[in-house]
Protein backbone atom coordinates (compact mmCIF):
# COMPACT_ATOMS: atom_id res chain seq x y z
CA UNK A 1 0.00 0.00 0.00
CA UNK A 2 1.09 3.57 -1.30
CA UNK A 3 -0.22 6.14 1.39
CA UNK A 4 0.26 9.81 0.80
CA UNK A 5 -0.44 12.88 3.12
CA UNK A 6 -2.32 15.47 1.46
CA UNK A 7 -3.24 17.20 4.02
CA UNK A 8 -3.21 17.29 8.05
CA UNK A 9 -3.87 19.73 11.04
CA UNK A 10 -4.67 19.09 14.84
CA UNK A 11 -7.93 17.25 14.33
CA UNK A 12 -7.91 15.92 10.93
CA UNK A 13 -5.67 14.35 8.02
CA UNK A 14 -6.72 13.39 4.70
CA UNK A 15 -5.10 10.64 3.07
CA UNK A 16 -4.15 9.38 -0.83
CA UNK A 17 -4.25 5.53 -0.33
CA UNK A 18 -2.73 3.24 -3.77
CA UNK A 19 -2.76 -0.74 -3.23
CA UNK A 20 0.27 -1.67 -5.06
CA UNK A 21 -1.38 -5.01 -6.25
CA UNK A 22 -4.29 -3.82 -8.38
CA UNK A 23 -4.02 0.40 -8.31
CA UNK A 24 -7.15 0.85 -6.73
CA UNK A 25 -6.97 4.40 -5.04
CA UNK A 26 -8.85 5.86 -2.44
CA UNK A 27 -8.56 9.18 -0.64
CA UNK A 28 -9.14 8.53 3.14
CA UNK A 29 -10.49 11.38 5.69
CA UNK A 30 -9.37 10.80 9.22
CA UNK A 31 -10.62 13.23 11.82
CA UNK A 32 -10.87 13.35 15.60
CA UNK A 33 -14.44 14.44 16.70
CA UNK A 34 -16.22 14.44 20.44
CA UNK A 35 -16.95 10.74 20.36
CA UNK A 36 -13.52 9.22 19.15
CA UNK A 37 -12.16 9.03 15.95
CA UNK A 38 -14.16 9.22 12.55
CA UNK A 39 -12.55 7.77 8.97
CA UNK A 40 -14.13 8.25 5.25
CA UNK A 41 -12.76 6.59 2.76
CA UNK A 42 -13.91 7.39 -1.19
CA UNK A 43 -12.74 5.69 -4.29
CA UNK A 44 -10.92 7.73 -6.80
CA UNK A 45 -9.36 7.68 -10.22
CA UNK A 46 -6.95 10.49 -9.02
CA UNK A 47 -2.91 9.66 -9.24
CA UNK A 48 -1.35 10.96 -5.75
CA UNK A 49 0.01 14.02 -7.61
CA UNK A 50 -3.19 14.49 -9.01
CA UNK A 51 -4.90 14.90 -5.59
CA UNK A 52 -2.59 16.63 -3.98
CA UNK A 53 -2.87 19.52 -6.51
CA UNK A 54 -6.81 19.17 -6.04
CA UNK A 55 -6.82 19.50 -2.58
CA UNK A 56 -3.76 22.43 -2.86
CA UNK A 57 -5.67 24.30 -5.79
CA UNK A 58 -7.80 27.32 -5.62
CA UNK A 59 -11.33 26.54 -4.03
CA UNK A 60 -14.55 26.93 -6.19
CA UNK A 61 -16.16 30.09 -5.42
CA UNK A 62 -19.47 31.16 -5.41
CA UNK A 63 -18.76 33.10 -8.74
CA UNK A 64 -17.98 29.89 -10.22
CA UNK A 65 -20.72 27.80 -9.48
CA UNK A 66 -22.97 30.84 -10.57
CA UNK A 67 -21.14 31.15 -14.27
CA UNK A 68 -21.19 27.53 -14.31
CA UNK A 69 -25.13 26.90 -14.11
CA UNK A 70 -25.60 29.82 -15.89
CA UNK A 71 -23.61 28.20 -19.02
CA UNK A 72 -24.90 24.87 -18.33
CA UNK A 73 -29.00 26.86 -18.23
CA UNK A 74 -27.80 28.05 -21.88
CA UNK A 75 -26.02 25.29 -23.29
CA UNK A 76 -27.65 22.87 -25.68
CA UNK A 77 -25.33 20.60 -27.43
CA UNK A 78 -24.48 16.80 -26.09
CA UNK A 79 -22.29 16.27 -23.43
CA UNK A 80 -19.52 14.81 -25.64
CA UNK A 81 -18.47 17.97 -26.70
CA UNK A 82 -17.94 19.36 -23.02
CA UNK A 83 -15.30 16.64 -22.17
Do not use: P
Amino acid sequence: MKMLVIEEDDKRTTLHMTCESCSAATIVYVSLGQFGVVTLGTLTDLEQSEARQVFTGEAVSTNNVIEAHQFLKNYTGGVEALI
